[in-house]
């Protein structure tokens, strides 16, 4: 995973879990929503709670005997300090306020122009 990341169980089931080399960690009755941060390599749990630490590289097998069926969704803003931080919410909207302005002052502009 490049970045944080959240899944709901839609249809629970026990999950074996793997590491990047193939190495079996854990298993776990994935059930409900679970939630990671990334921190180097480690997937750091958010929500939920997991018997191991998880590899941001790995992979989960169902291992149970039913169906397994879940949504799962990345934020596409890490907080995995090697990726570059996007601009403060702040920020976005001093700068989108800028845009705004310096919009209407060239409509205002134009707008005079019309009428002399």
């Known amino acids: 995973h490049d970045y944080d990341y959240h899944f709901v169980a839609i249809e629970p089931s026990q999950l074996e879990v793997s590491g990047e080399n193939g190495t079996v960690l ?3 009755r994935a059930e ?3 939630g990671f941060r990334i921190v180097g390599d480690l997937l750091v749990p958010t929500v939920g709670e997991l ?3 998880v590899p941001r590289t790995h992979a989960a097998k169902n291992i149970g005997e039913s169906v397994y069926v879940e949504y799962l969704f990345e934020s596409k803003v890490s907080t995995n300090r090697t990726w570059p931080r996007p601009p ?9 306020a800028k845009t705004v302005t310096r919009m209407a002052g060239k409509g205002a502009r134009a707008h005079a122009k019309d009428e002399s």
């Open 51 to 53: 018997p191991w630490p």
């Open 26 to 28: 854990f298993d776990f």
């Open 88 to 96: 403060s919410l702040r920020a976005r909207l001093q700068h989108w």
């Open 32 to 34: 409900g929503t679970f």
